[in-house]
């Protein structure tokens, strides 16, 4: 059974900072693109971040470029989003994504 479990989300004062991770178990998506997502209250879920399968190509949406970074660790099946100077409209769950397979979601809540 394939599953990704993040973890790592929370609640924090603006400006501050948190690291989720995604760890895959099941398969391996060494070859893969993972992404990161996330869903506003009231809103469409939202891309966040991609990043390549070896960590060579990274994308970010608009809003979070220069705050988030992406990364990831194959040997680990795990992948990551740092994310820095956290802002109130950052407060969504965030799930993570691989080829066709999601996970659960973390709930940031970020405290104005």
């Known amino acids: 059974q394939v599953q990704l479990v993040e973890s790592g989300g929370g609640l924090v004062q603006a400006g501050g900072s948190l690291r989720l991770s995604c760890t895959a178990s099941?398969?391996?998506?060494?070859?893969?693109?993972m992404a990161w997502f996330r869903q506003l209250p009231g809103k469409e879920r939202e891309f966040v971040a991609d990043?390549?399968?070896?960590?060579?190509?990274?994308n970010y949406a608009e809003s979070v470029k220069g705050r988030f970074t992406i990364s990831r660790d194959n040997a680990k099946n795990t992948m990551y989003l740092q994310m820095k100077n956290l802002k109130p409209e950052d407060t969504a769950v965030y799930y993570c994504n691989a080829v066709v397979f999601w996970g659960q979601g973390t709930q940031v809540t970020v405290s104005s």
């Open positions: 990043i390549s399968w070896n960590g060579g190509t990274t």
């Open positions: 099941g398969r391996t998506f060494n070859t893969h693109t």
